[in-house]
């Protein structure tokens, strides 16, 4: 099993930018490959980014492609989501995933996920 903790969201203007980052502890970080995926009020878990064991494969949803990216630290036991150009639509929890099989956009194939962290851009 793995746990995960996200950090580094709050409260930004629209055109700002946070890092978030997502702390995992248990079994081998580096067997996972993980995502983000984000929640609004009222709406579907949407995917956000994921990232494979070693980095080498990365995909992004269409909406944040050119103003998120995805990275991670296997030394470190953390995976990443820089974003950079926020949008009020870009307002959601935010949520890191892990997942041991090859990286997916799927949110169910997931089996570990942390507990989120607040993100809003105001206008």
């Known amino acids: 099993q793995v746990q995960l903790v996200e950090s580094g969201g709050g409260l930004v203007q629209a055109g700002g930018s946070l890092r978030l980052s997502c702390a995992a502890s248990g079994r081998a970080f580096s067997t996972y490959s993980m995502g983000w995926f984000r929640q609004a009020p009222g709406k579907e878990r949407q995917f956000v980014a994921v990232?494979?064991?070693?980095?080498?494969?990365?995909y992004y949803a269409d909406s944040v492609k050119g103003r998120f990216t995805i990275s991670r630290d296997n030394a470190k036991n953390t995976v990443y989501l820089q974003m950079n150009s926020l949008k009020p639509e870009d307002t959601a929890v935010y949520y890191c995933?892990?997942?041991?099989?090859?990286?997916?956009?799927?949110?169910?194939?997931?089996?570990?996920w942390g507990q989120g962290t607040q993100v809003t851009v105001s206008s």
């Open positions: 995933a892990a997942d041991l099989a090859s990286p997916t956009v799927l949110a169910y194939l997931y089996n570990y």
């Open positions: 990232i494979s064991r070693n980095g080498d494969t990365i």
